[in-house]
């Protein structure tokens, strides 16, 4: 096929984009979301201080926007995300114990609530484990709450949406060596077999060139659906766009069965948040880049 999607569908996969609300009046931006995609993550509208800005006051517009752009066109929907130390607003920041516990489950009890039956996946929890050697869990007022803070608020995603797939999301879990991708692969493992309702991983993929894109990501692909979840490439960006690394990246989700798809995180190099780098599909007019092209290529050939 000729377009992203399309070309994923035929391989029984999505191919999404990162979508900002404040685009979609840009039709240069509109066309070629509406051309090449067939999935959309909102970029920051579901965020829980884009929707709880003041505490029990819930605000929906921007994300309802992106959903029913995509929705209406046939695209599938990742809500990113229902738990996150960052990005909360300031009543919660400054909220600890067992009343930001249950803050936190009244907030995925009400989103989840509000989009059910419109999202195919969340982004239940977001990088709640620390970088580095350790393999501990990230310090955060949510992880204070207690260590089984994760698997509540899988618990109450899976009691407000159980149709939706609810996924585990986080970055630098790409290289299979790393003790934060092993201590994650170790909560998927412990999830799964206590019947904690998980069905994904999100593994968001933001690579600074060659050099991060690890040999061995193809193996972390397949060690984590080989546990029963399937494994999403959910925000992939690469410094400066080699196309061998995103040809590569390509090849390895279509490699691994449940590697049911992947997202890019923006459109156009100039609707990144490293713009900078030049790290997309499409550069700042809206052309198609090699990576583009390696991409399609692989998607059709693979
Ligand atoms: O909307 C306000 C605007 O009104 C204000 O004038 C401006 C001044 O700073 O800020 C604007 O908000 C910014 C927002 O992006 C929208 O552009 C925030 O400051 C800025 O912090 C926010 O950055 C987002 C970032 O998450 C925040 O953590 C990026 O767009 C978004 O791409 C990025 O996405 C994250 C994923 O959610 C999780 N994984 C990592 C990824 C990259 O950091």
Redesign the pocket.
């Known amino acids: 096929a000729t377009t992203l999607g399309a070309s994923a569908a035929e391989r029984g996969r999505f191919f999404g984009t ?1 979508v ?1 609300a404040g685009r979609l009046s840009d039709s240069a931006y509109t066309t070629i979301l509406n051309r090449e995609f067939n999935q959309v993550t909102p ?2 509208e579901m ?1 829980i201080d884009a929707t709880e800005p003041q505490q029990g006051q819930f605000s929906y517009g921007n994300a309802d926007r992106i959903v029913s752009h995509a929705r209406s066109r046939g695209m599938q929907v990742r809500g ?2 229902l738990a996150w130390h ?2 909360q607003p300031g009543w919660m920041q400054s909220m600890s114990g067992s009343a930001l516990r249950q803050a936190m489950l009244n907030h995925i009890t009400q989103v989840a609530t509000h989009f059910r039956g419109q999202i195919a996946w969340w982004d239940v929890v ?2 709640a484990y620390a970088d580095g050697s350790s393999g501990a869990r990230r310090d955060s007022n949510l992880q204070r709450t207690g260590n089984d803070w994760i698997e509540a608020a899988f618990r109450a995603a899976d009691a407000a949406d159980p149709n939706a797939q609810l996924c585990y999301n986080d ?1 630098n879990t790409d290289n299979w060596n790393d003790a934060k991708t092993q201590a994650v692969y170790r909560m998927v493992q412990d999830f799964k077999q206590r019947g904690v309702p998980i069905d994904c991983v999100g593994l ?1 993929s ?1 690579f600074t060139g060659g050099s991060n894109y690890p040999s061995n990501y193809r193996t972390t692909l397949s060690s984590f659906a080989a546990l029963g979840v399937d494994v999403h490439i959910t ?1 992939l960006d690469i410094r400066n766009a080699p196309a061998d690394a995103y040809r590569n990246v390509t090849n390895d989700c279509l490699a691994v069965a449940r590697c049911k798809g992947i997202t890019v ?1 923006g459109i156009r190099d100039s609707d990144s ?1 490293r713009s900078g780098e030049s790290p997309l599909l499409f550069n700042g007019s809206g052309g198609k880049k090699a990576a583009y092209d390696a991409v399609l290529t692989a998607l059709n050939n693979g």
């Open positions: 990162a900002a970029e920051n965020k990113h995300t960052s990005q977001n990088e970055y968001q933001h925000e995180w948040w």
